[in-house]
């Protein structure tokens, strides 16, 4: 009896096993199809882009900061490895259940199926043509999971009977399952490669912009002078590489928009409606300006920061073409994606350089900065100002309406906060005796770095050398030599001065709602 009733455990165990073997050979045929076939569609029609786009959308303010603080610019990586875990689970379980009920379970699939037609018909730009994927790779998944299961429930005795005997037809059914299995399996890997490799082809705007000859501008940028960059090794270049730029957005999967048929369209509180071309926007005259982008979600002393020399068409002749009404006093900016920033009006008609940009260091924008136009305006932070793949302007007013961010706690309004930090040395680093550099960058966009301080352990604040200014839009270095560092461990710590006089702000504050605040300061060691 007692042997009897292990035995039967064991094929308990081997009859779940078998059955989440199912349910996740089923899940793979049902994902595989339907990118398959949405690889002809535009990106909301894959149910994975959308349900996971869908998931960041409803991220709540402190998680999106837990993410990236803990996962970095990796914080994609991670979801997608955790909706592949649940994904996992959920199709492991509906296949044991399978086994139980055909009927349960192929309603737990559809059930599954619907919250994902949800997620995209709710996608930003996404029509009823776009769950084709979704319904056919589901039908895929329904018959796999049948066909599956079926070959498993001819098997008797597999389920807790009081059978002891071998069971005949046991073997070879089993066999004919995992004939069945490594079949379908084979399909789905062949579909899921064959449709990443035919969305990679129909990838028309790398192509376009590896083409692409930016036009020079009307008005270059100044060149920058002698000396922005703090004589001391280890910190950071003051133009940031293009691939070493950070990288902030809710996109899932980067944006392919055509340049061919890309359009911004302008309106809302105007006289004028526009739509702009790209080609229009190639034989205006445009500007080109360094500007450095700032991350709301940066913390003190952190890195979502980088500056660039931009290429792109003034705001300001955009709005003046369009010419805004009495009123309004805010211009919503939407991706093609559905991410959307509330820049202030005022900030778009003064003089700054505020511009829909094409091209970064020389390069068309790259993909994943937005190509191929994106805005940048000096002096506001990312999330209020800086929407990539950009494809409408509303003008409008903060009482009619709300960016992204703002509509999930941040605020309205975003103006860049003064910060500074130490980049060198490295926190915790280990400087032989001697003479120690210190350097770092501050940055007050549109105002301009007028003085930076730094305190070494708990002595006086000291004044720190500043680098030569590129424009009051980017960050300025600084650095300071420490020539008689005694051994053992020890601060510094920073603060900055904007041209006005105004001393950055000492209180400690998170990100949220409106970017952080305090002053930065690090530990090391001369040995
Ligand atoms: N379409 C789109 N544009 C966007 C975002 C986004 O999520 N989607 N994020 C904004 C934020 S919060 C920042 S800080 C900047 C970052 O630009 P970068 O990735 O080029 O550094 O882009 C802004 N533009
Ligand atoms: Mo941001």
Redo the contacts with the bound molecule.
């Keep these: 009896m007692g042997k009897r009733s292990t035995e039967s455990k064991k094929q308990d165990w081997r009859t779940v096993g078998v059955g989440a073997l199912a349910g996740l050979i089923s899940a793979g045929v049902l994902f595989a199809i339907a990118e398959l076939i949405a690889a002809f569609f535009g990106p909301v029609a894959s149910p994975l882009t959308s349900v996971g786009s869908t998931f960041i959308d409803f991220t709540p303010a402190w998680m999106k900061n837990f993410a990236i603080a803990t996962f970095g610019t990796n914080d994609k990586m991670v979801l997608l490895l955790s909706m592949g875990i649940v994904a996992a689970l959920l199709s492991a379980v509906a296949g044991v259940v399978a086994l139980k009920s055909l009927r349960i379970a192929m309603g737990m699939v559809g059930a599954f199926a619907l919250v994902m037609a949800v997620c995209i018909i709710t996608r930003a730009g996404a029509g009823p043509f776009d769950l084709l994927p979704l319904l056919v790779g589901t039908a895929a998944g329904l018959w796999a999971l049948r066909f599956l299961s079926q070959s498993l429930l001819t098997q008797p005795g597999t389920r807790g009977t009081e059978q002891t005997d071998p069971v005949p037809g046991a073997a070879p059914s089993r066999r004919m399952f995992l004939i069945k299995s490594a079949t379908l399996a084979g399909v789905a890997i062949v579909a899921g490669f064959g449709g990443s490799v035919l969305s990679a082809s129909r990838n028309t705007a790398r192509a376009f912009r590896d083409a692409l000859k930016l036009p020079s501008p009307k008005i270059k940028a100044a060149p920058l002078p002698v000396g922005v960059q703090a004589p001391v090794d280890g910190v950071t270049p003051f133009v940031t590489p293009n691939e070493d730029?950070?990288?902030?957005?809710?996109?899932l999967i980067v944006?392919e928009l055509d340049p061919e048929t890309w359009e911004l369209r302008v309106h809302g509180m105007v006289e004028e409606e526009l739509r702009i071309t790209f080609d229009e926007l190639l034989k205006s005259e445009l500007i080109e300006s360094h500007v450095t982008?700032?991350?709301?979600?940066n913390v003190v002393g952190g890195n979502?920061a980088?500056n660039a020399k931009w290429l792109g068409f003034p705001l300001r002749e955009v709005l003046a073409r369009a010419k805004p009404t009495a009123g309004a006093d805010m211009v919503l900016s939407t991706?093609?994606?559905g991410?959307s920033?509330s820049t202030p009006l005022p900030v778009l008609l003064d003089d700054r350089d505020a511009m829909l940009a094409i091209g970064m260091n020389g390069e068309p924008l790259p993909l994943?900065?937005?190509f191929p136009v994106?805005?940048v305006v000096p002096g506001l932070?990312?999330?209020v100002?800086?929407?990539?793949?950009?494809v409408d302007l509303e003008v409008t007013t903060f009482a009619e309406k709300a960016g992204?961010?703002t509509s999930r706690g941040w605020s309205s309004h975003g103006p860049i906060k003064t910060a500074s930090r130490v980049e060198v040395p490295r926190a915790f680093g280990r400087i032989p005796a001697g003479k120690v550099s210190i350097g770092g960058s501050a940055w007050a966009q549109t105002k301009g770095i007028s003085k930076v301080e730094i305190q070494l352990d708990d002595g006086a604040w000291q004044e720190a050398t500043l680098a030569a200014e590129a424009s009051i839009d980017t960050w300025r270095q600084w650095s300071f030599i420490w020539n008689d560092a005694p051994a053992g461990t020890h601060k510094v710590r920073v603060r900055a001065y904007d041209t006005g006089g105004e001393l950055q702000i000492e209180d400690q504050a998170p990100p949220e709602p409106d970017g952080s605040t305090g002053w930065h300061s690090i530990n090391f060691t001369v040995t």
């Design positions: 730029f950070y990288r902030i957005d809710t996109a944006p982008l700032t991350c709301v979600s979502l980088g991706s093609s994606d991410f920033a994943e900065h937005g994106r805005m932070y990312g999330f100002s800086a929407t990539k793949w950009v992204y961010w």
